[in-house]
């Protein structure tokens, strides 16, 4: 009975071939490659740098050009924050809105001109409430939104001011002296409302 082996040696049809000298197996082995080589073509530039440089000048100027014409998609960082200050009642009186401030059963009613608005904000801030838990906002007014809050505010004394944040009253103080550049809108914010409102106005 024939070992394993002597069975391979059986089945190899080459076994009973003559050896090959290393000169012819290098010889084959440089026609192989050869052949190999021959058939890649030769390598180069796929484009030149004047024809890349179109093709980039023109993709710039699509993307330029969309975002002028198609509407935002959702790729803005912060999202606009309107607000308003009108002066406002206790009571009701003809020509005035009635309206409820935020998270309160307090009603007041509010003159239609707006005293101020976000063109007349120079910057906002965020501050820590009172109990550290909560925050407010700090706006400050342009020069002119500061005339236009004094000259509001004036003779407007021991009456409701309404500060208004996206069309909501968000708090009614009462005037006790005339407000210049600065006013504080203390809506019992979180930390990330108030950065939101924040980067809405800056």
Known sequence: MKTITEL??????????????????????????????????????????????TVSVVVIGILLLGSRLLPPMGFETHADVRFEVRLAETTPSPGLREARIAGTERVIYLHDEIVVSNGDID????????????????????????????????????????????????????????????????????REQAVRIVNGLN
């Open 8 to 53: 391979l040696e059986d089945a190899d049809p080459l076994w009973d071939e003559p050896p090959v000298s290393s000169q012819r197996r290098d010889a084959s082995r440089q026609a192989v490659l050869a052949a190999a080589f021959a058939a890649v073509p030769a390598a180069g530039p796929r484009f030149s740098f004047a024809r890349l440089a």
């Open 123 to 190: 910057r906002a801030e965020m501050l820590p409430g009172r109990d550290g838990l909560q925050f407010v906002v700090g706006v400050h007014f342009t020069p002119e939104g500061a005339r236009k809050m004094g000259a509001a505010t004036q003779n407007h004394i021991n009456r409701p001011v309404a500060i208004l944040v996206d069309g909501e009253v968000v708090m009614a103080p009462t005037v006790r002296s005339a407000i210049g550049v600065s006013a504080e809108i203390n809506g019992n914010y979180t």
